[in-house]
T-cell receptor
Framework: AQKITQTQPGMFVQEKEAVTLDCTYD???????LFWYKQPSSGEMIFLIY??????QNATEGRYSLNFQKARKSANLVISASQLGDSAMYFC?????????????FGTGTRLTIIP | DSGVTQTPKHLITATGQRVTLRCSPR?????VYWYQQSLDQGLQFLIQ???????AKGNILERFSAQQFPDLHSELNLSSLELGDSALYFC???????????FGPGTRLTVL
């Protein structure tokens, strides 16, 4: 079974609108971390936001917020007031609690295109 | 700029050859991770080092090996290269288990 599922291969959004990128995860651990990364066409992976499984508040970083619904195992990224520079691939990732194995497991990504 | 550096940025080589990719982690980070991003496999974890010791292994081929040196920089060695090894190879670093992994700019390997 996929540990991280991103069901939207591509999205087109009008500039200045808000956009939600979906991410669901599968784990039996109680302690885990969820991450979102942005990959522009230049190729680098840029860290956007982190949510710990025990965090009671949804994480926010500037225009990015994470809509964390633990019971539904979802960790959607919300980008407010989208900009042309937001056009990129977005990856959701999970780090599970296995000590000594701190790898990130990534989803397949969502390609976001912002339309002027 | 994440503070993680990788060299070279691009590498073009032939099948059967051997290459070495280099990574310098962020200042103070003890953990280094290697990931491979290809069109068919997506982003896959290869291997992790922590303060010079191998910590975890993922989907790393036997033809691939890595090490972390006393100054904490890491190298990923890829040998007997095949066409399918063409990919973007990322190095990431973190300060500890609960810390965020910050990625370098990647090395794009093309095997002809």
């Amino acid at each position: 079974a996929q540990k991280i599922t991103q069901t939207q291969p591509g999205m087109f959004v009008q500039e200045k609108e808000a956009v939600t990128l979906d991410c669901t995860y599968d784990t039996s651990d109680q302690s885990y971390g969820l991450f979102w990364y942005k990959q522009p066409s230049s190729g680098e992976m840029i860290f956007l936001i982190y949510q710990g499984s025990y965090d009671e508040q949804n994480a926010t970083e500037g225009r990015y917020s994470l809509n964390f619904q633990k019971a539904r195992k979802s960790a959607n990224l919300v980008i407010s007031a989208s900009q042309l520079g937001d056009s990129a691939m977005y990856f959701c990732a999970m780090r599970e609690a296995e000590f000594g194995n701190e790898k990130l497991t990534f989803g397949t990504g969502t390609r976001l295109t912002i339309i002027p | 700029d994440s503070g993680v550096t990788q060299t070279p940025k691009h590498l073009i080589t032939a099948t059967g050859q051997r290459v070495t990719l280099r990574c310098s982690p962020r200042s103070g980070d003890l953990s280094v991770y290697w990931y491979q991003q290809s069109l068919d496999q997506g982003l896959q974890f290869l291997i992790q080092y922590y303060n010079g010791e191998e910590r975890a292994k993922g989907n790393i081929l036997e033809r691939f090996s890595a090490q972390q040196f006393p100054d904490l920089h890491s190298e990923l060695n890829l040998s007997s290269l095949e066409l399918g090894d063409s990919a973007l190879y990322f190095c990431a670093s973190s300060g500890g288990y609960t810390d965020t992994q910050y990625f370098g700019p990647g090395t794009r390997l093309t095997v002809l």
